[in-house]
């Protein structure tokens, strides 16, 4: 009798050391995961849901989120105007879903679409834009062109086309400096 209870001893101790030891790996590795983890991961499932931004010299903004990239959010204010926000400009986001994407799942082609991508395609339409920078001061203009990592702005009064005559002068600005462009 006393064997089987040594035995049983012995056999609960195990299983309890078994028990620890798989906890501690599941902690390790739902560690190990979310370090993969990227903020564009966890804005894919809100994609289609209203979100909050709070950005650097512009303070909050509210619409649906309709896209987002490597680098930038795409939101649909109300009142129909679409705000293109670089990513880098983000303080905070509210409005997140418990549930995130599979790290790294929005495939190759999605994930090189950056922000000077997303520029180029306002470049191709000759829309004219509002941009709101960094310091909280805005320009209006049209994108006449992006680079590796600048936007040329040729500056004339919204709701103006572009004309030669009406462009009051071209500016280049760092793609960092960007917080939203906003079509006019």
Do not use: C, K
């Not at 101790?13 to 620890?20: G, H, N, P």
């Amino acid at each position: 009798m006393r064997w089987d209870e040594l035995f049983n001893d012995l056999e609960a101790q195990f299983d309890e050391a078994a028990t620890a030891e798989l906890a501690a790996e599941v902690t390790d590795r739902s560690r190990r995961e979310l370090s993969l983890l990227r903020l564009v991961d966890r804005l894919r499932p809100v994609i289609g849901r209203p979100v909050t931004l709070r950005l650097v010299g512009v303070g909050v903004i509210e619409g649906e989120l309709t896209a987002s990239g490597p680098d930038w959010l795409l939101l649909a204010e109300v009142g129909g105007r679409e705000a293109l926000v670089a990513a880098h400009a983000v303080v905070s986001i509210g409005g997140l879903a418990a549930q995130t994407a599979v790290p790294h799942g929005e495939g190759q082609v999605s994930a090189r679409l950056d922000l000077a991508y997303a520029l180029r395609g306002i470049v191709r339409d000759r829309s004219a834009v509002a941009l709101t920078l960094m310091d909280g001061s805005t320009a209006a203009g049209t994108l006449d062109r992006v680079g590796a990592d600048f936007v040329e702005l040729a500056e004339h009064a919204p709701g103006e086309p572009r004309r030669h005559d009406a462009v009051r002068a071209v500016r280049a600005y760092p793609l960092t400096s960007l917080v939203v462009v906003r079509r006019a």
